[in-house]
């Protein structure tokens, strides 16, 4: 599977931004996905994970409450729905794919050219 996300951009903080994911094939409702950032200088984090019918979805504690995943499998696409943002979610976020276990605790196969997003203050 190819990854492709987009949507990032420049936004104030406390405010919105969507970021997409379109996956090539026709077995993306095969694949559990999941967003990871990496911060400059910093590690890569997980961001959270949503299953292959987007019935279950897991956040890490950085933005829980604050960020959703969602998917259309009609639409070969996953979503990161960011509120409240902060300067400190400035990031390149990645979109990432995996098949079997390990989707809820950042495991991941497949992934995708990063996005840029930056929060100012």
């Known amino acids: 599977v190819q990854l492709q996300a987009s949507g990032g951009g420049l936004v104030q903080a406390g405010g919105s931004l969507r970021l997409s994911c379109l996956a090539s094939g026709r077995t993306f409702n095969s694949y559990d996905m999941g967003w990871f950032r990496q911060a400059p200088g910093k590690d890569r984090l997980f961001v959270g994970g949503i299953n292959w019918n987007g019935s279950s979805s897991t956040y890490g504690d950085s933005v829980k409450g604050r960020f959703t995943i969602s998917r259309d499998n009609a639409k070969n696409t996953v979503y990161l729905q960011m509120n409240s943002l902060k300067p400190e979610d400035t990031a390149v976020y990645y979109c990432?794919?995996?098949?079997?276990?390990?989707?809820?605790?950042?495991?991941?196969?497949?992934w995708g050219q990063g996005t840029l997003v930056t929060v100012s203050s």
């Open positions: 990432a794919a995996n098949r079997g276990a390990g989707w809820m605790t950042g495991v991941y196969e497949y």
